[in-house]
């Protein structure tokens, strides 16, 4: 194995120990003939099944094969993932894929080829245009979308998934952002470059259920607006402004009533709740900041293992 790296495979592990083998045939059988230089990037994200035991099986049974694995000592979430995986991947293209087999090497294949055959485009994103999941949770995802791109300066393409293929250039910015709050459909769209996105349709899971519910994605997606806009933190001056005019007819019309004390009881109870807002918001960003300036590490590997080539 001495030719060069064409495409590294990062591919964030929790729980799929039913996954991950047949991940691995899969893309096997995909790459044959179209992507003969290639790595995996296995990453366990602090399984608490026996993912990482079936990682060394595969490796086990392949010792020819580019496997680069990696056991964190817990579980730091799929962004702490995804970002180790960065930090290992040498190919001269770079993918984010899921080992639940959602979403098929494939279509990697296909991202490739555009890459190929575009030699201007930086990055393929992939996105569901039809989506399995149920109404309320889709018109949230809708919301979410409406209300950062109106607010922030990056641009957020609606339904882009982190499942995407980019070349080196941009694979090694992003290897470089190392912020502990990160948020990485952000960090794609923030450090810019030139992206096609591609409709796909997402395969039913292998095995297992997903592990994201929605508080989860509601964090993830406050996650998103505090990391890339400070809005909220001038929200509250929108809000005193609103409020003064408010006061003001709360006051013409208390006086038309005769009964000021009820004007004065709806100032009183305006101003509080808007100050409650302004000191919540402040003390998430300072939450922000404060583990930010602790500067511990992203995420801890525990163990990695790569192969003899790699370590040549």
Same mark, same amino acid.
């Given at each position: 194995m001495s030719d060069r790296v064409r495409?590294?495979? !990062?591919?964030p592990c929790y729980n799929e120990q039913d996954n991950v083998e047949k991940f691995y045939e899969? &893309? *096997?059988? @995909?790459?044959?003939?179209h992507i003969p230089s290639y790595e995996l990037v296995f990453i366990n994200?602090?399984?608490?099944?026996? $993912?990482?035991?079936?990682?060394l099986k595969i490796r086990a049974d392949n010792p020819d094969a580019r496997l680069k694995l990696v056991n964190f000592s817990r579980n730091f979430g799929k962004e702490a993932a995804m970002y180790s995986g960065f930090q290992h991947a040498v190919g001269d293209y770079v993918t984010v894929i899921d080992a639940d087999l959602q979403q098929r090497p494939e279509v990697v294949v296909q991202m490739v080829d555009y890459l190929d055959a575009n030699p201007g485009c930086d990055c393929v994103a992939a996105f569901q245009q039809t989506r399995r999941e149920g109404g309320f949770m889709g018109a949230c995802k809708k919301i979410f979308y409406k209300l950062i791109n109106s607010v922030s300066e990056t641009r957020f393409y609606p339904d882009a998934s982190d499942f995407r293929t980019m070349r080196r250039p941009m694979a090694?910015? *992003?290897?470089? =952002? /190392?912020?502990?709050?990160?948020? @990485?459909?952000?960090?794609?769209?923030? &450090?810019?470059?030139? /992206?096609y996105y591609m409709p796909y349709v997402a395969d039913e899971r292998n095995a297992g259920t997903t592990s994201w519910s929605f508080i989860k994605l509601l964090k993830y997606a406050l996650e998103g607006i505090m990391s890339y806009t400070t809005f909220p933190l001038k929200l509250p001056l929108y809000l005193c402004a609103m =409020?003064?005019?408010?006061?003001?007819?709360c006051l013409v019309v208390a006086l038309a009533a005769a009964s000021p004390a009820w004007g004065w009881a709806c100032f009183g109870l305006a101003l509080c709740t808007v100050q409650m807002l302004a000191l919540s918001m402040i003390?998430? +960003? =300072?939450?922000? *900041? +404060?583990?930010?300036?602790?500067?511990?590490? !992203?995420? !801890?590997?525990?163990? +990695?293992? $790569?192969y003899k080539e790699a370590e040549d």
């Open positions: 495409l590294s495979l !990062i591919v899969a &893309v *096997v059988g @995909a790459f044959r003939g994200d602090g399984s608490a099944d026996g $993912t990482w035991e079936r990682l090694d910015v *992003v290897a470089r =952002l /190392t912020e502990h709050h990160r948020f @990485a459909k952000g960090i794609f769209s923030w &450090v810019g470059f030139n /992206t =409020l003064g005019f408010g006061a003001l007819v003390g998430l +960003y =300072l939450a922000h *900041v +404060y583990m930010e300036e602790k500067k511990r590490p !992203i995420c !801890i590997e525990k163990d +990695y293992l $790569t």
